[in-house]
Structure formats: C-alpha cells, structure tokens
C-alpha cells in the first residue's frame, strides 16, 4: 500500500477569502505574529501497490484534471506519503 | 409544444421552480436526471441551482463528470440553448462550457436579496425579449457566488459582448467588473448566479412596480428560449 499526496492551492493573483478571515481570526486568539494565510487542499491518494513514477503521473494528472479547476487553483506539490504506514 | 429539460443532481433544490417557470412560459417541463445519459428529446436544457453533490471538492465539479452532463455538452456544441442558474452556471463553468469560475464571496457572508442586474446582451436563446441596458430585478441567493477570471478572459468577453448581465447598485460578491452572468460566443449557453426562476409569477416573486411580490422579471427568459426555437 501507498499514498500520495496532491497539494491544491487558490492562484497567487486570486483573493482567497477564507484564508484572509482566518488571518483576521489569528490576531484575536493571541496569534498576532502572521501577516497572512492562505488556505489550500490536501488531498490523499491511496494505491494497493508501490508508489511508482506512473502512480505519480497519474495523481498529477488527476490533480490537474479533477482535483483542481486551473482557473483558479494550482496543483503547488504531489509527493509520495511515507510518514506512517497506510491502514495499520 | 417545446420541451425543456431541467436536470436534477443530488442536491439540486430549485429544479422545481426552474420547471414551474418553464411552464408559466408556454413550454413543456421535462425532468432530466443526472445519472441518465439520455435527453428524451428535449429542445433546450436549464441547469437549476442548489448544491449539487454537496459542493464537493467545487460548487459544480462533481456534477460536471455526471452521465447527463456529457450529453448535455455534445448537445450545446450543436447549438442547442442551455441555461444554468447559479450552481448550474457553476456546473457550466466546471464543464468548460462557459470561462471562468466561481469562488466564495468576498465578503465570505451567504447573501440572499432582491437583485437588479443590467441586461447587456439581448441576441442570446435566453435574453432575446429583454431590452438592451434594461434593468430587471430577480432573487439572488449564493455562498460561492464571487465571479473570476484572468484579465485576458474578462477583456475578451467585453470584448464580444458576451457579459449578458452586470449587477447594479451593489456587487453582492465582489465579482470581477461586476458580472452577473455570460454566454458562450454562439449565444446559446448563459449562465448566471442570480435567479429568474423565482421571479415568473406574481404573488411569488420579488417587489415590482405594481406592488409586493408583483415582480415577472424572470419570466422572459423562459419565453425567450420558447420563442428562440419556434422562430
């Protein structure tokens, strides 16, 4: 078993006004030290066999094609997990 | 009589009313399901809003992989007249249909308000019975309602005169140059946030000249459509 992980993130040039509402949150709970925040997707792609580079290309693609909307959202990073073991 | 189908998503809410104005119009409401690939005929297609599958991942994303949807592209590719309202117009920007997308509201708050929007595109299936620079009042209820697309993409659909509706008085969304809603280069998809739907009746609809609730203004673009493909 193994997972990869696609990072989705809003467009640089595209207001993200969930990431900025959290910015306004932070100061009121102590957290006065972030000028700003931006808020993405994780999402985590499970196989039953090895990570290979062609499981990697297809989660890019997917990343690309579903995951994301280009028009708005970039695919920011698609890695293989290997900090725990999947379904221990 | 022509035969306009409504589709229904898991999680549509307004494919009723959508139906109910097709048929104050003149036409015949056909329910059209999402997960059947097949048009029974019909001769144009609303997308009606809501929160199809939930909103997840996007407003519309899911909805866009839907077996009626691809039926539905091949169908607007060969000119047929499609709408969507809100969620449908996100469902049409998720399907490539029309540019652009739809992110939350700037001010992050759901709005729900009488909304008066300009009519600047008066050649397309849905608008063919409206005035040009005519302003018109319909409900506008939305969460993810906030209008984008690049810079290129804004001046080219100025450009070919493809904004169909621009709102007035207040951007209730912060939408790009205030755009209310578009349409494909052939003038046959239109897509909006706002709501005619909810405004074909009177008694049912937003505040009109005539008094509370006497507000119509919706209801031209079903007789639009119905007069498009009888014409």
């Known amino acids: 078993m193994g997972r990869v992980v696609v990072d989705v993130m809003p467009k640089p040039e595209i207001l993200d006004p969930q990431g900025k509402a959290v910015a306004g949150a932070l100061p009121r709970l102590g957290f006065g030290q972030f ?6 997707k994780r999402f985590e792609l499970e196989v039953d066999g090895p990570v290979t580079d062609e499981v990697l290309a297809a989660a ?3 990343g690309e094609q579903v995951l994301s909307n280009p028009v708005i959202e ?4 698609v890695y293989e997990d290997t900090t725990e073991s999947v379904g221990a | 009589m022509t035969r306009i189908g409504v589709v229904t998503f898991p999680g549509t809410l307004d494919d009723r009313d959508a139906a109910r104005a097709v048929r104050l119009a003149g036409g015949e409401p056909v329910a059209l399901w999402h997960a059947d690939a097949d048009l029974h005929g019909v001769d144009a297609v609303v997308l009606p809003g809501g929160f199809s599958y939930g909103d997840y991942l996007r407003a519309g994303a899911i909805s866009r992989f839907a077996p009626v949807m691809s ?3 091949d169908a607007a590719g060969r000119g047929m007249p499609v709408l969507g309202i809100c969620n449908g117009f996100q469902v049409l920007t998720e399907a490539h249909l029309l540019p652009g997308s739809m992110i939350k509201n700037d001010h992050l708050h759901f709005v729900c308000r009488e909304q008066v929007l300009s009519v600047e595109n ?3 299936a849905w608008t063919r019975e409206y005035t040009l620079g005519e302003h018109i009042t319909v409900p506008l209820k939305n969460q993810d309602g906030q209008y984008v697309a690049d810079e290129r993409t804004l001046d080219e659909l100025e450009g070919e005169g493809r904004v169909v509706f621009r709102y007035q008085g207040w951007n ?5 140059r205030g755009i209310a809603g578009i349409t494909n280069a052939a003038g046959n ?6 709501h005619p739907e909810h405004a074909v009746e009177p008694g049912f609809g937003p505040d009109g000249a005539r008094g509370p609730r006497t507000g119509t203004d919706g209801l031209r673009f079903f007789t639009s459509v119905l007069h498009a493909l009888v014409g």
């Open chain 1, 35 to 40: 000028a700003s925040v931006r808020q993405g």
């Open chain 1, 60 to 62: 890019r693609a997917a």
């Open chain 1, 74 to 77: 970039d695919v920011v990073a």
């Open chain 2, 71 to 73: 039926e539905i592209v």
């Open chain 2, 122 to 124: 008066v050649d397309t």
């Open chain 2, 172 to 176: 209730p969304n912060g939408s790009r």
């Open chain 2, 189 to 194: 998809v239109v897509g909006l946030m706002p």
